[in-house]
């Protein structure tokens, strides 16, 4: 079973706009993670926030945490026609110590050139 | 290429037939992970090991499915007598476990069955 569910399960949007995308978990969390999924390719590790962090930054993406609510959104800033792919939050229970993985079901996001 | 690495990358094989997938992780990492992941959906653990120790299997994991990581280095996944609804893409990943911290998890490019 997954734990996250991604809010939109679909985003279309013009280059230079903003995308966001919202998390949702169930139980307890080491940590959470975004990844991202170009089409039938292997997942590439995005960001990494800790369940004592609100906010953390890299680049165009910024991601909050609310452990209090259990949810999560990923901003992508600025968007370009390179960010089009899946992308998928999972979070770490906190008690395996963050050792496996819960995935969300995705938000696939189209941004048209 | 210093990332993870997954052979073969697709494999077609006939229900009934034994498929083993090899993972490489990034060398310096001490757990490795597989997932499972089918169209549309996020992956699904299977299982993990921190060096050679095989420490979490999910219950997906099924008594046709056998993973080892005999030197703590590589792994193999096995599925004996494969059944159609074993078609997916089986991802490895790896990541570096020190004194109680939990690091991101790399993953390789994935294995993807294709069972007739």
């Known amino acids: 079973s997954q734990q996250g569910e991604e809010d939109p399960q679909a985003l279309s949007i013009q280059e230079g706009e903003n995308a966001t995308m919202n998390c949702s978990y169930k139980?307890?969390?080491?940590?959470l993670q975004w990844y991202r999924q170009n089409s039938g390719r292997g997942l590439v590790h995005l960001i990494l926030i800790r369940s004592n962090e609100r906010e953390k930054h890299s680049g165009r993406l910024r991601v909050t945490l609310d452990t209090s609510k259990k949810s999560s959104s990923l901003l992508i800033t600025a968007s370009r026609a390179a960010d089009t792919a899946s992308y998928f939050c999972a979070t770490g229970r906190l008690q395996n110590a963050g050792n496996m993985l819960t995935f969300g079901g995705g938000t696939r996001l189209m941004v048209k050139p | 290429d210093t990332g993870v690495s997954q052979n073969p990358r697709h494999k077609i094989t006939k229900r009934g037939q034994n498929v083993t997938f090899r993972c490489d992780p990034i060398s310096e990492h001490n757990r490795l992970y597989w997932y499972r992941q089918t169209l549309g959906q996020g992956p699904e653990f299977l299982t993990y090991?921190?060096?050679?120790?095989?420490?979490?299997k999910s219950r997906l994991l099924s008594d046709r499915f056998s993973a080892e990581r005999p030197k703590g280095s590589f792994s193999t996944l096995e599925i004996q007598r494969t059944e159609q609804g074993d078609s997916a893409m089986y991802l490895c990943?790896?990541?570096?476990?020190?004194?109680?911290?939990?690091?991101?998890?790399?993953f390789g490019p994935g294995t993807r069955l294709t069972v007739l």
């Open positions: 990943a790896s990541s570096l476990f020190r004194s109680q911290v939990y690091n991101e998890q790399f």
């Open positions: 139980t307890s969390i080491n940590n």
């Open positions: 090991f921190q060096n050679e120790a095989q420490l979490e």
